[in-house]
């Protein structure tokens, strides 16, 4: 694995042998990047795939309410409408779930 440096100003990570002349998100200079742990490194490559499965949950959970609320307005019939509204709770606790899983990530230096 590769060496991680991580931006004191924004945060941005950077993974490379060096850390950029720039950060490439705020444009701080080099001086502002410190070099990660292998500790921290770890979680952060550990926890890659698992936060990108949480952002896809969130972008699908958002497309499953986009849908519902495409059912709800054709308005067939009561149990089809009791159907989409139930999918549509359903669909925004999942996503929140995701984001709130997300945030723990963050909170403990696994983004």
Not at 21 to 44: H, N, R, T, V, Y
Not at 53 to 67: C, D, K
Request: proline share 5%; hydrophobic share 35%.
């Amino acid at each position: 694995m590769k060496t991680l440096f991580k931006c004191t100003v924004c945060n941005y990570v950077h993974e490379g042998d060096t850390a950029p002349d720039s950060c490439p998100k705020c444009g701080a200079p080099k001086e502002k990047f410190e070099q990660l742990s292998q500790e921290a490194a770890d979680k952060i490559f550990t926890s890659d795939r698992t936060n990108d499965i949480h952002m896809e949950l969130v972008q699908l959970s958002m497309r499953i309410v986009e849908l519902c609320e495409e059912g709800i307005e054709i308005d067939l019939d009561p149990p089809c409408v009791s159907a989409f509204k139930k999918a549509k709770d359903e669909a925004w606790r999942i996503k929140q779930r995701s984001k709130a899983e997300l945030v723990g990530h963050i909170s403990k230096g696994k983004f």
